[in-house]
């Protein structure tokens, strides 16, 4: 029983070996595939790193170092796949959540398409200050859908530091579209004369 306890074990974590090298695979080829990045930053919750695949594996590395003093070698392996899976797993969710601005649009997940906007279908956007910077809300259309459901948002934090590149880029991108959507004046009083 116990042998056939450990062979499902260490296949379990066979298997999370290689759906994670794929995860990071995939997330490093979308972060390959795009062009003309005009700006990026972090935007994890643990000091902009992603917060769960940050703790496992320092959690990981923790316990793999009593691993290595307490000179327990038949854990080695199981550890250095632990330490694989955390690796991979950190790369995939730390490329997928920083933010992109490109000159094609707005990226918030590479590993997301619906998380990514470009240009041409954003409506208007507001921008709502915050403690350590500014959120942008983004209205934007979708492409598949009626005009009367096919209305989104997009929320993007930017922090301070980032702020004047990013509100250069914007303005430079929607500035002259939005503005070219205002509406007129209308002189109610002498509408409700005539």
Known sequence: MDEILSIFF?????????????????????????RKIRLSWRAGKLRGYPL???????????????????????????FLAYIWIGSMWFISSYLASKY???????V???????????WFQILD???????????????YSEMDKSLTEGYKQLKLFVPERRYNAVKKIVSLKLENKVAGQSIPDIDLKRIQED
Do not use: W
């Open 108 to 118: 918030k997940n590479i590993n997301e398409p619906s998380q990514t906007i470009p």
């Open 10 to 34: 260490r296949s379990v974590i066979v298997m999370f070996t290689i759906a994670s090298t794929l995860l990071a695979g995939y997330s490093l080829q979308n972060k390959l595939r795009l």
């Open 100 to 106: 992109y601005i490109t000159d094609y649009g707005i």
């Open 125 to 139: 956007y507001v921008e709502h200050p915050q403690k350590d910077g500014v959120e942008y809300l983004f209205n």
């Open 52 to 78: 769960f695949s940050t703790v496992f594996i320092g959690l990981i590395f923790t316990l793999s170092a009593i691993v290595f003093f307490v000179e327990d070698v038949g854990r080695y392996p199981v």
